[in-house]
Structure formats: structure tokens, C-alpha cells
């Protein structure tokens, strides 16, 4: 039996146009856009597929939208009959992961990244910051350069992606000047375009108030396999699942570690499941040996299909 594992994107995936193959090709998904609407109070599916890109990309709005995409081609996929060993998201993408592994329904995965996409906005309003990707340096270095930085403001790593691609995040002043750093050691400082600095401490307050949603929210035990972002190991207990679903807010996405696991634990076939196929790169820089699809429209699905049936 081949162990397959479920990836789901997070932030920075989207386009115009995403989800709208599946849409048109599989009237069961319209569900999943019909509820993403509902929850969001405005259509959420009219951004995915018409645009405009500028109010596709605001935080509130792509969460829900990038989680409805990876979901319609997840149930696609499971209603072909096929299921994941094991499943893990980026970041935002860790809620299709939890419906991929059944811990909660999809409705509940738009409301609760639906909330999360509001309270990440307005503390990005209130705490504002940034974030930048450091190529070249390996994570016990990008530490170090994060604790040197410290001393101006708050900064952290947010994603440990491969083994030489990391993230550090936090405000301005310690930024630019991890920026110096990383320069004076002959690395890459490429600034991303995000609207906020997510998984680190300036997310605290947002973390808190997600904490007291999220209780209302009915988790289950997984019925298989998650990688957690904030651990890169499982957990099964729902409380727990809950406690580490707000964690990741103020986190790293240990995603590096996440793959390394699931490559040394004997997973065939990785399947990309949502737009593009930026985890598909990472995946490749990781393990260059690794069979990977992506499934985001009915001409990649059919590609996954043919060779995996």
C-alpha cells in the first residue's frame, strides 16, 4: 500500500482564475463555495475566480478564499476514493489539513480561518511589521543573526521552508538590521510582500483572542495522520490540536522538519492540494528523489489520477 501524504499552501499561492476549473468540472465542490460565501458575508468565489487581485491578496479575504480552494480539490480527490497516510498545510493551509485528516468539518475550517484572517489584519493594523526570506544560511546561523537583531524590536523566524531557505519576521528596525547582517555574510535578503509580520510575538494579542473562538469549535480525533506546523510531530488529542492551532500564530512553521519526517517515515507519493505549486518547489529542494504531483484544476487531478489509479 503507498503511503501518500495530503500538502495544503498557505499565503502567497493565490491568482485570479484559482478553483474556478474545479468549480465548473465538479458541481459537488459548489457547496464549499457556497458556504465560504455565507461565512464570509461576500463573495469570497467571485475574488477566487474574477478578481480583482488587489482585494483577493488582503489577508481577510485570501485565507478563506486559498482554504475553499484547497478544500474543493480535496474532496475531489477523496471522492475519487483516495485518502492521505498522513497530511500537513503551510501555515493557513494546516486547516485543510485538518479536514483532510477529519479532526473538523469544512465549514468550520472557513469559519475559523475566516476569523483568524480578521484578527491577523487588524493586529497587523495595530503592531505593524514585516517579513523577510534568507537564502543561503542554515537555520542555527539565521538564529544567530535573529538573536544579534534582537536588541532593536521584536523579530523571529517564522518558516524553516528547506535547509537553506528561512523566513524571519518581526518589526522594521531589528529586520533591516538582520538585513545587514545576512548581507555582510554573503546571503540573500529578498523582502516579502506581505501585509503583516505573522508567527511571532506581535501576534500575541490576535493568538489570545483566537484562543477564546476557537473553544466553540468541535474537533475530532484525526482518523489518519498531521504534522503540526509549531512541533513538526503528531498529536491526536483534539484539546491539544486546539492549544497548537493557536500556537502557530506565534510560531515557526517547521516545515523543513515536517518533510524530513514524513520522507523518513516512508511516504511514496506527496500530493500539493490547493493553487500553484510553491510547496511542490520546496518539496524538490528537500529531496530532489521525491515523486510529487500538485492537484489544483481537472487537468492536474487527471494527471494525479492516471498515475496513481
Given at each position: 500500500m503507498k503511503k501518500i501524504a495530503f500538502l495544503f499552501p498557505g499565503q502567497g499561492s493565490q491568482y485570479v482564475g484559482m478553483g474556478k476549473d474545479i468549480f465548473e468540472n465538479f458541481p459537488y465542490v459548489k457547496e464549499i463555495f457556497e458556504q465560504v460565501d455565507e461565512v464570509c458575508k461576500k463573495s469570497i468565489s467571485r475574488l477566487c475566480f474574477e478578481g480583482p487581485i488587489e482585494d483577493l491578496t488582503l489577508t481577510e479575504n485570501l485565507q478563506p478564499a486559498i482554504t475553499a480552494v484547497s478544500l474543493a480539490c480535496l474532496s475531489v480527490i477523496k471522492a475519487h476514493g483516495i485518502n492521505p497516510y498522513v497530511s500537513a498545510g503551510h501555515s493557513l493551509g494546516e486547516y485543510s489539513a485538518l479536514v483532510s485528516a477529519e479532526v473538523i468539518s469544512s465549514y468550520d475550517a472557513l469559519r475559523l480561518v475566516q476569523?483568524?484572517?480578521?484578527?491577523?489584519?487588524?493586529?497587523s493594523m495595530k503592531r505593524p511589521g514585516g517579513m523577510v526570506a534568507i537564502i543561503g544560511l542554515s537555520i542555527e546561523e539565521v538564529q544567530e543573526v535573529v538573536e544579534k537583531a534582537k536588541s532593536y524590536g521584536i523579530i523571529s523566524v517564522a518558516n524553516h521552508n528547506t535547509e537553506e531557505q528561512i523566513v524571519i519576521t518581526g518589526?522594521?528596525?531589528?529586520?533591516?538590521?538582520?538585513?545587514?547582517?545576512?548581507?555582510?555574510?554573503?546571503?540573500?535578503?529578498?523582502?516579502?510582500?506581505?501585509?503583516?509580520a505573522w508567527h511571532c510575538e506581535l501576534m500575541n494579542e490576535a493568538a489570545t483572542q483566537f484562543r477564546e473562538f476557537i473553544k466553540e469549535i468541535r474537533f475530532e480525533r484525526p482518523t489518519s495522520k498531521i504534522i503540526f506546523n509549531a512541533t513538526a510531530k503528531e498529536e491526536e488529542d483534539p484539546?491539544?490540536?486546539?492549544?497548537?492551532?493557536?500556537?502557530?500564530?506565534?510560531?515557526?512553521?517547521?516545515?523543513?522538519?515536517?518533510?524530513?519526517?514524513?520522507?523518513?517515515?516512508?511516504?511514496?507519493?506527496?500530493?500539493?492540494?490547493?493553487p500553484k505549486k510553491v510547496l511542490s518547489g520546496l518539496l524538490k529542494k528537500i529531496d530532489k528523489k521525491v515523486s510529487v504531483y500538485n492537484v489544483e484544476d481537472s487537468e492536474t487531478l487527471r494527471r494525479f489520477l492516471d498515475n496513481i489509479l
Open positions: 476569523k483568524r484572517g480578521e484578527l491577523m489584519h487588524k493586529q518589526e522594521e528596525k531589528p529586520l533591516s538590521e538582520a538585513v545587514k547582517i545576512v548581507k555582510e555574510k554573503k546571503a540573500k535578503a529578498i523582502p516579502l510582500k506581505v501585509s503583516g484539546e491539544k490540536i486546539k492549544e497548537l492551532m493557536v500556537r502557530q500564530l506565534i510560531s515557526p512553521v517547521r516545515w523543513y522538519d515536517s518533510m524530513r519526517k514524513m520522507i523518513n517515515d516512508g511516504v511514496d507519493i506527496f500530493v500539493e492540494i490547493g
